[in-house]
């Protein structure tokens, strides 16, 4: 397991946008902005999570209810394959975003999938320790699986990143998180985006410059909370409060 990591509290803006505003968006980024190295050989890649959530249900509760302050756990995968899992952390604090991640080995997902979180008490790293006490004091377990295909492009000054996030779907009640072929559904309209931007301490002028007030005002938009909403409402359980505009 990794040791300690820096982290950094980071901006967060979102924007739920059409196929014709991404396609005139895309077309500036790829001009000005580096593709994500990720993304090769293809123009996007393929991201699932598998989210935590206590008996309380706090996670969906809180984002639903707008608490300024809240936090959720996730393990993390990309293009279905366990070569690299992560296992992170994502706090909200009004607009910013603090993300702490460390990596696991494929053992390790496994025992924590099956509910065996045991091993996590003498973990190195402070995060997978703090997990564990949510498990023992909360009943933290996995509650959904969602997964989408994202489009990024990335700036060094200011650390800007941002992303298209495409073809958002969810689990429907298989706990298989590493099956390629996962059963799920869409969750949001195919030419739908969400576009995020994400970046330190500024976001340099001229980026800034790039997006046209048509794409305002910014979304509440959770993909967690969207997802797990749906999933309690087809299987019959009802949710904290169904949103009217994904909040």
Request: hydrophobic share 30%; glycine share 4%.
């Amino acid at each position: 397991m990794a040791g300690e990591k820096e982290i950094q509290l980071r901006h967060e803006l979102k924007y739920q946008i059409d196929l014709l505003q991404y396609q005139v968006l895309q077309r500036k980024l790829i001009t000005l902005l580096k593709p994500d190295p990720n993304m090769e050989p293809k123009s996007r890649y393929n991201i699932r999570n598998l989210y935590f959530d206590d008996f309380r249900e706090t996670a969906l509760c809180d984002k639903q209810s707008g608490i300024y302050k809240r936090k959720k756990y996730r393990i993390r995968i990309y293009n279905h394959s366990d070569a690299l899992i992560k296992f992170e952390r994502k706090t909200k604090i009004h607009q910013y975003i603090l993300k702490e991640s460390t990596k696991i080995t494929r053992g390790e997902a496994d025992k924590i999938l099956s509910g065996d979180y045991s091993f996590l008490a003498k973990a190195k790293d402070q995060l997978l320790r703090d997990f564990y006490l949510e498990t023992r004091c909360n009943l933290m377990h996995p509650v959904t699986i969602v997964e989408y295909d994202r489009e990024a492009y990335i700036y060094p000054i200011g650390n800007v990143r941002i992303t298209f996030d495409t073809d958002l779907r969810m689990d429907i009640g298989s706990t298989s998180f590493f099956d390629s072929n996962l059963c799920t559904i869409s969750v949001i309209d195919q030419p739908a985006r969400i576009l995020e931007i994400k970046y330190n301490d500024f976001l340099p002028q001229y980026i800034c410059g790039l997006f046209p007030n048509t794409i305002r005002p910014q979304s509440a938009f959770g993909k967690f909370s969207v997802c797990r909403t749906q999933q309690k409402c087809q299987t019959g359980h009802s949710a904290c409060l169904i949103p009217t505009r994904y909040e």
